[in-house]
T-cell receptor
């Protein structure tokens, strides 16, 4: 597709379960970012990938969060043993490169932890 | 680390009034970007400023980058209900990743 694709669009799960969120960036974009946005709040940076470089994981809130990017394209954000405070919209963005390039966002995954 | 502060956090205006949001960085920026997020939507890139003192216009929107490249503003003339949303600035520090401000939420009373 032409834009950043995220799936699922909505996810409801019970506390303690693991979840996987997927992001398919724009073709040719080497940089990929994950953000978390709680209701009415700003964008909380989680992690970013640039090409084959080691990812910048400085925003991950705990070791329950991890992400990988296979083949320099699709990325998966995994949250283990989910907690209620993990409820938020998880946004993925991609750009041609990191730093100065504009970011293109997906529609996000709305995660609700019961 | 680099921080980007944005004010005000909220702004409510009557349709037809002007609106301005301000962005300030603790460090000199290589560029500043502005995004708009409509209610229920995702952030959408509006513009990028890279030069000291740069001013760019998009219809009723005017974007400025400060001379010291540490601050920026977005001004909307004669707001319309379609301007409703949250406006984010994001500062880039050369090789550093973009840092987003917390956004200004604009509501417009018709």
């Amino acid at each position: 597709g032409a834009g950043v694709s995220q799936s699922p669009s909505n996810k409801v799960t019970e506390k303690g379960k693991d979840v996987e969120l997927r992001c398919d960036p724009i073709s040719g974009h080497t940089a990929l970012y994950w953000y978390r946005q709680s209701l009415g709040q700003g964008l909380e940076f989680l992690i970013y990938f640039q090409g084959n470089s080691a990812p910048d994981k400085s925003g991950l809130p705990s070791d329950r969060f991890s992400a990988e990017r296979t083949g320099g394209s699709v990325s998966t954000l995994t949250i283990q043993r989910t907690q209620q405070e993990d409820s938020a919209v998880y946004l993925c963005a991609s750009s041609l490169a990191w730093g100065n390039q504009p970011q293109h966002f997906g529609d996000g995954t709305r995660l609700s932890i019961l | 680390g680099q921080q980007v502060m944005q004010i005000p956090q909220y702004q409510h205006v009557q349709e037809g009034e002007d609106f301005t949001t301000y962005c300030n960085s603790s460090t000199t920026l290589s560029n500043i970007q502005w995004y708009k997020q409509r209610p229920g939507g995702h952030p959408v890139f509006l513009i990028q400023l890279v030069k000291s003192g740069e001013v760019k216009k998009q219809k009723r929107l005017t974007f400025q980058f400060g001379e010291a490249k540490k601050n920026s503003s977005l001004h909307i003339t004669a707001t319309q209900t379609t301007d409703v949303g949250t406006y984010f600035c994001a500062g880039g520090g050369g090789s550093e990743k973009l840092v987003f401000g917390k956004g200004t939420k604009l509501t417009v009373n018709p």
